[in-house]
């Protein structure tokens, strides 16, 4: 069974500061690969996905996100954090022609002002 | 734009109660999800379904759940005669395809007393 594993469930930055946020993911065949984010008192959404493309994806709001197939890692990143990126962020597979999708527990970023 | 609507938003029960958890996917959209969120665990999928199809279930458990989605009308959830083990929040989304992004609920705060 596939499953999505996310190394921290929190982390606190200063604003500026370059934030990684760790993904791996289980199943050795072709994947889609999502990052999802829910800001405080909203619903999840997605940041970016990979599709099989360029395996650096590019997302909303500065996030990119680097698919390495031989690590079955999918880390998020963004060289600067604003306040407003505290949030819960998601990481998701789906196994490529698949039916569902697969959540990572979710790591809970805080950026200090 | 209306995007994925659950209500309640809140539903407080008392063991042995049952639970009903509704969903109206985007429009245009008929594929439907439902996920279950405990603290600390992230979202564990339940069951994907089409319009008038459950296609697979195989994240509920076989007692006390269903879930259906008639040809009108919003997907339902049930939850009959709630533990205090099904307190979560129960999350809704929808998909234009199969294979598409998806788009998520606000959720709905399960609460059984």
């Known amino acids: 069974a596939q499953s999505v594993s996310q190394h921290n469930h929190h982390v606190i930055l200063s604003e500026a500061a370059s934030l990684e946020l760790g993904c791996n993911y289980s199943?050795?065949?072709?994947?889609?690969l999502f990052w999802y984010v829910q800001y405080p008192g909203q619903h999840l959404q997605l940041l970016l996905k990979?599709?099989?493309?360029?395996?650096l994806v590019k997302g909303i709001k500065g996030f990119e996100a680097e698919f390495i197939k031989s690590k079955f890692s999918f880390n998020l990143r963004k060289p600067s954090v604003q306040w407003s990126d505290t949030a819960e962020y998601f990481c998701?597979?789906?196994?490529?022609?698949?039916?569902?999708?697969?959540f990572g527990a979710g790591t809970r970023l805080f950026v200090k002002a | 734009n209306a995007g994925v609507m659950q209500n309640p938003r809140h539903l407080v029960r008392r063991r042995g109660q049952e639970a009903r958890l509704r969903c109206s996917p985007m429009?245009?959209?008929?594929?439907v999800y439902w996920y279950r969120q405990l603290p600390e665990e992230g979202l564990k999928f339940m069951v994907y379904?089409?319009?008038?199809?459950?296609?697979?279930e195989s994240g509920m458990p076989k007692e006390r759940f269903s879930a259906e989605f008639p040809k009108e009308g919003p997907s339902i959830l049930r939850i009959q005669q709630v533990v205090r083990g099904d307190s979560a929040a129960y999350f809704c989304?929808?998909?234009?395809?199969?294979?598409?992004?998806?788009?998520f609920g606000s959720g709905t705060q399960l609460s059984v007393l």
């Open positions: 989304a929808s998909s234009g395809d199969r294979v598409g992004e998806l788009f």
């Open positions: 199943y050795g065949g072709t994947v889609n």
């Open positions: 990979y599709f099989s493309e360029d395996p």
């Open positions: 998701a597979v789906r196994v490529t022609g698949g039916f569902k999708t697969i």
């Open positions: 429009k245009g959209h008929s594929h």
């Open positions: 379904l089409q319009k008038e199809n459950i296609i697979d």
